[in-house]
Each structure stands twice: as C-alpha cells, then as structure tokens.
C-alpha cells in the first residue's frame, strides 16, 4: 500500500486493509542472526544478551531508553569490508552514519579510512586521532571555514559539489600555500530502488554536478585549470539501503564514459574512482543484503570490464560503507510503559523512546523488527505498533509487528539495526533527553556517548 503524506498530518489510527502485515512468525522467542548483532543471543533465562551481559544488567545500569552497541560485530564487519577489497582499493565509513570517538579509533585500528561531511564530524575524527590524509571531506555547502580547516588539517580528499565550490576551494588552498587533492562528485541519471529522500544519482536533487548536458565534463576542465586543485578522480552516489547491484553497474558505465572523455580530450587519465556506499542491511527477516566480499567482487568485476573495454588503465576504487558497517551493530533498548489494545485493530505499545531516538519509522516508512527481550513467553502473538512518548501521532518506531499477548508494563524490548541513523538524527523533541551509547565487548560495558541530562539541556538555554 502506499503511504503518501495526510493533507492534515500523519493519521491518528491508520487502520490498513488486511494482509498488509506478514503472519507472525513461528517463534516470537526467536533471534534472526540477519538482523541482530554478532554477540546477541538467549540466556539460560530467557533473557538476551549481547557480548554475555543480560539486557536486565544493562537497563538497570544504564537506564533506558538506550543503544546498546555490539563492539565484537561492529569490529567484525570493518575488518571484512577492507579484507573484501583489500590493499588495490580503498574503504572509507561513511560517518554521517554513526560517529564518536570510540569509533574513530576502531575504524583507525581496523584499517579503515573516514568520510566525514560537517566540520563537526571532521572536529570528530581529528580529536580521535584519525590522520588527516585519511580522511575524505563530503557535503553540498561546506562553509569556507570548514574548507579552511580541512585543508590546513591535509585531509586527503575534498569531494567537490558545484561549480562554486571548484572556485572556493581552489581559491583557499592556494591561500593557504597548498594543493589540494579532490574529487568531482557527478549525477550519473540512476535511479535508485530506494525510497526518495536516500536516492542521490538521479538529476533532480541537491547533490553533485549532473552528467547530462556536459556539465560535469566542464567541471572536470575548470578543476584542472586551476593550481590549488589535484583532480585525483570522479565521485558518484547513487542512493542508501540498496540491494540490487544493477545501478552499480550503470553508474560505472557512465562514470568510466566520463573518464575516457577525460583522457581524450586532456591527455589525462584520472586515478581513482569512488562508488559511494549505500549498500542495504537487514532491518527484517524479509531482507536479503549481499556479504562484503560479494560486493567487492562485483563491483571491482564491473569497473574492470567498463575500463577494459574504454582503454583505460583500471582506476583504484573506493567505497564508502556507513549503514551496512555500524547498522546491524547496535539495537536501542527500551521499557515498556503502556499498552493500549484496540479489538479487532491492533495493540498500541508505548515505550519511554520514540522519534526522538529513531526517526527514520517517520521520516522514511523505515521497517524494523522488534522483540520481548527480557524473558521468553508462550503467549500467542499479538499484532503491535511499537510507539513512542512524544505527541506526535506520528510518533511510530515499529509499524506492525508481533510480540507476546502477555507483554506487560515493565518488559524490556529491543528493536534491532538502529545503529546506523538513529543516535546521528537523534533530538531534543519535546525536550527528551538523548540516549547513551553503550559498548559492549568481551563481558564488559562502557558508555562511549553518555546520556544528556537536564543541565545538557538548560546550559545551550540561554534565557
């Protein structure tokens, strides 16, 4: 069914026609390992842990709302997207997905790089101890200080936007006495199998210099003109939570075209080539993401065959995984506080979290899974909307799904793959506090992004 947009907001009830929701599934006790974190697992109780702790340890330490982060997994799947593409190409994590410091040093540890779009994520990294030649620097409308800093900084790329920005970074490295190495990020016409708002390769929108019309070939001229500018390469994107390889395919053909335009035209052939990321996860049993290495093998395949048959050299490859990295890592951890059945409807369960913790349910029609966490139950499944405490009819985390009949005031439940989003969109709505962060690994736990508090807030409330 389609959800388009209420003219009076989102609807209070939004009763759907049966059969919009799948049946419940043979075991509500069940963990998929597609959708939870490496550690996550059923104790002898009933009671799920993740990295040995019980869930009950965790709330009663850290309170809930929480996100409870998988550092094991999220450790595992770094190490197996740069084993995947090894030393020939290189993997930079998208950190608009997730970032903190604890995060930037995984990511160094591991061998990974970071693309970073905000001068506050750059603050990020820099304080972590990222090096800055590591380092790629995105966005559509950097400012000249965030320019400025990264450039003093020596990030080892600035991906350039408009036509503005080749003129505004050009004009400040030359400032600063040094020559900047950047990429062109180019619209390639792809449309995406995603939803909207995360489809970046097509004409009409922000991001990039289109294709079409020549004009990313005149930005490829104007940035070789120019002698603050190291044109290393072109940058293309085409979307988030992708699991056909099809636009991959389509998007290197036309990028590769562009590059033999390049070298016929400049005697110039540009080195490297960078996919972006948006590769999808599994935010329910019904997903079906490919393993790193399948990615890896198949995008390599195709950029090698584009170049072989344009007579060009194969270019090094780059790609950027945020979601597909820090996604599945973490889930966020909430209690329930009401429930509300509505015969023949559904039963409305209110958690002490909601928009403010995961906006995407809202912003995006996001699906996630959800399940009872703190004990094990026989009761027959009943169909559920998982919502939070704002008020905001739109306040939804989960749309449909099924939990236990018996689920009471008090339960723990935990909704899965939020690591990736959630806790970066995060807000203050309705004044609520921002959850901690919470790292788990080898037995032990540690809050590596605190919760706020009440001083957090009055202290920016200036009166």
């Known amino acids: 069914m389609s959800r388009s947009a209420h003219p009076a907001g989102p609807r209070y009830a939004d009763v759907l026609p049966e059969g919009h929701y799948s049946a419940p599934p043979a075991d509500l006790n069940a963990l998929d390992a597609k959708v939870w974190a490496e550690t996550v697992a059923r104790d002898e109780d009933g009671v799920v842990t993740v990295g040995g702790i019980p869930v009950t340890r965790l709330a009663e330490e850290f309170g809930t709302p929480a996100y409870i982060l998988d550092e094991t997994d999220f450790r595992s799947r770094a190490r197996a997207w740069r084993t995947a593409f090894g030393s020939e190409a290189d993997v930079f994590y998208a950190g608009k997905a997730f970032l903190s410091r604890a995060v930037v040093r995984w990511l160094h540890e591991e061998g990974l790089n970071l693309d970073v779009c905000s001068g506050g994520e750059l603050a990020t990294a820099l304080s972590a101890g990222m090096p800055a030649e590591r380092i790629a620097f995105h966005g559509n409308n950097k400012s000249p200080e965030e320019i400025r800093r990264a450039v003093e900084a020596g990030v080892g790329r600035i991906v350039l936007d408009s036509f503005q920005e080749i003129v505004r970074v050009a004009h400040i490295a030359q400032s600063l006495g040094r020559r900047q190495r950047v990429q062109i990020r180019i619209t390639v016409g792809v449309e995406a199998h995603t939803h909207e708002f995360i489809a970046t390769a097509h004409e009409d929108q922000k991001f990039g210099i289109p294709l079409a019309g020549g004009q990313a070939a005149e930005a490829v001229r104007r940035a ?15 979307g988030s939570q992708i699991f056909d390889m099809s636009g991959f395919e389509v998007a290197a053909h036309r990028v590769v075209g562009l590059l033999k335009e390049v070298r016929d035209e400049h005697g110039v052939e540009l080195p490297e080539i960078d996919l972006g990321g948006g590769l999808g996860i599994a935010y329910t049993s019904d997903d079906d993401p490919r393993e790193p290495h399948e990615i890896a093998k198949a995008l390599t395949e195709i950029v090698t065959r584009e170049c072989e048959s344009a007579r060009l050299a194969t270019p090094r490859i780059s790609v950027e995984p945020g979601r597909a990295i820090a996604g599945p890592t973490a889930f966020t951890l909430y209690e329930v506080g009401t429930t509300k059945p509505l015969e023949g409807l559904r039963t409305y369960v209110s958690v002490d979290g909601g928009m403010s913790d995961n906006i995407r349910t809202a912003l995006y029609d996001a699906d996630y899974s959800v399940a009872l966490v703190s004990r094990t139950s026989d009761a027959e499944p009943m169909l559920c909307r998982v919502v939070g405490k704002h008020c905001e009819s739109g306040d939804i985390v989960v749309r449909d799904a099924f939990l236990p009949a018996d689920l009471a005031p008090g339960d723990l439940i935990a909704v ?20 901690p962060v919470v790292a788990v690994s080898g037995g032990e736990a540690r809050v590596i992004v605190r919760r706020e508090t009440e001083e957090d807030l009055l202290r920016l409330d200036v009166g």
């Open 224 to 238: 070789l003109q120019l002698d603050g500018l190291e044109l290393i390469g072109i940058h293309s994107h085409i």
């Open 416 to 435: 899965p793959a939020t690591g990736a989003y959630c806790r970066s969109m995060a807000s203050n709505y309705n004044h609520v506090l921002r959850p």
